[in-house]
């Protein structure tokens, strides 16, 4: 194996330093590279800050760019800076569009859709479960089902209105949490749905879930 003329580090056979002795040589001689034809490529400089430039073909860095863009582009979204009248606007027309209820809907169910989201560990535990006791109910904890703006885990596919929540020790006992979820359990009452709420730390008792969900399945409406 052929050594680094440098610092000896082991290279391949058709180089004569390795990629960091060469870097620092060719910053001595004040080259970044080499054309296939053989022509040396002196250090490139952006022709604002100064900054070295990677690409040889540009002639500004990334940052100096966007501010020349945004002088002869002042519309553009890139260099846009709104009023407060104008930002005060659109805050309100988001609020009038979110608290329209279908809107909101659809809004978080394409959000939960974007983020991919699967099934965690405590909600495959409960999935399994369920196809054990009963296959009337799906996992939808990944936004295809939205009750008033709040997405559950699982939903009864059997005309009832039964739905399972399965909630997380550590999140759900923030203060903050604990507020939206009581308006969770309001909403879901609000729309006739009753509510089992199972938490992950009761999984260490699978006999004791197993029951729970037995007894809210077999729940009258």
């Known amino acids: 194996m052929k050594k680094c003329i440098d610092c000896k580090k ?60 945004s002088k002869h582009f002042p519309n553009n979204m890139l260099g846009k800076s709104h009023t407060t009248a104008t930002k005060k606007k659109l805050s309100e027309i988001s609020k009038k569009s979110w608290n329209e209820i279908g809107n909101r809907d659809k809004i978080i169910k394409a959000q939960r859709k974007g983020m991919q ?21 799906k996992y939808v904890g990944d936004g295809s089902f ?38 969770r359990i309001k909403s879901y009452n609000k729309y006739g749905y009753k509510t089992l709420i199972l938490w992950e730390h009761e999984l260490k008792n699978i006999n004791k879930v197993k029951n729970k969900l037995t007894d809210f399945i077999k729940l009258e409406e």
Not at 117 to 137: A, F, G, R, T, V
Not at 159 to 183: N, S
């Open 10 to 69: 082991k290279i391949d056979y058709r180089a004569t330093r390795c990629n960091s002795c060469n870097i620092t040589y060719l910053n001595k001689k004040h080259l970044i590279g080499i054309y296939k034809t053989g022509e040396t490529l002196k250090k490139h400089y952006c022709k604002d800050c100064h900054k070295i430039l990677k690409n040889y073909k540009a002639n500004r860095c990334q940052s100096c760019a966007g501010k020349e863009r």
């Open 117 to 137: 989201i699967y099934p965690n560990k405590p909600e495959i535990i409960i999935k399994k479960l369920l196809i054990q006791i009963s296959k009337d109910y």
């Open 146 to 183: 939205i009750i008033d703006g709040f997405n559950p885990d699982f939903i009864n596919t059997n005309g009832q209105k039964k739905v399972i929540e399965i909630y997380g020790t550590y999140w759900h006992k923030r203060p903050e949490v604990i507020i939206r979820d009581r308006r």
